[in-house]
Nanobody, 124 residues
Framework: QVHLVESGGGSVQTGGSLRLSCAAS??????MAWFRQGSGKEREGVAV??????????YYDSSVEGRFTISRDSRKNTVYLQMNSLKPEDTGMYYC?????????????????WGQGTQVTVSS
């Protein structure tokens, strides 16, 4: 059984920073990703990190590229999302997801495991 637990969310002003953590247990598969969902919006992919025999690397949504960095501590089985230069539009519930590397990383249906989420609020 795989369990994902997010932490690190909070409230910051525009331009501030936060670092989210996703502590995982069990075999999560070939990739782990961060999604976010704003009020009244669909869940969208923010960043993904691959680590399998087929591929190793990261991808970002264009809206966060250059500001966010996804990383992994393999020994702790934990994935992080460093968020800098935060904007009000970054506000939302952030979810950690994991699964095998099949299909688009932005497709929520491709991920088998999900955390409960951590709230990020950016005020102007």
């Amino acid at each position: 059984q795989v369990h994902l637990v997010e932490s690190g969310g909070g409230s910051v002003q525009t331009g501030g920073s936060l670092r989210l953590s996703c502590a995982a247990s069990g075999d999560t598969g070939g990739r782990m990703a961060w999604f976010r969902q704003g009020s009244g919006k669909e869940r969208e992919g923010v960043a993904v990190i691959y680590n399998s025999e087929y591929y190793s690397g990261t991808y970002y949504d264009s809206s966060v590229e250059g500001r966010f960095t996804i990383s992994r501590d393999s020994r702790k089985n934990t994935v992080y999302l460093q968020m800098n230069s935060l904007k009000p539009e970054d506000t939302g519930m952030y979810y950690c997801a994991a699964g095998v590397e099949i299909g688009s990383w932005k497709d929520v249906q491709k991920y088998k495991y999900w955390g409960q989420g951590t709230q990020v609020t950016v005020s102007s």
